[in-house]
């Protein structure tokens, strides 16, 4: 059963292999359930969110703040 994802993540997502369902690295081996390339930046019709296989982006760090802006 596949559920309707995009009420939760919007539906703005850009397909990629990497957030697939369908897709598994084993090592340095990457690999479609369903058979199909997975070529970096490729996607395919088969695409299913997987929000878990999302890495978030990293921020960048805190820059022109003293320690005086954090005084009372």
Do not use: W
């Amino acid at each position: 059963m596949h559920m309707n994802l995009s009420k939760y993540y919007g539906k703005n997502i850009t397909p990629s292999c990497e957030y697939c369902l369908y897709f598994s690295v084993d090592g340095e081996k990457e690999a479609c359930e369903k058979g199909r390339d997975t070529a970096l930046g490729s996607t395919c019709r088969m695409f299913r969110y997987e929000p878990t296989m999302r890495e978030p982006k990293t921020l960048p760090p805190l820059t022109g703040f003293k320690p005086e802006d954090f005084q009372i």
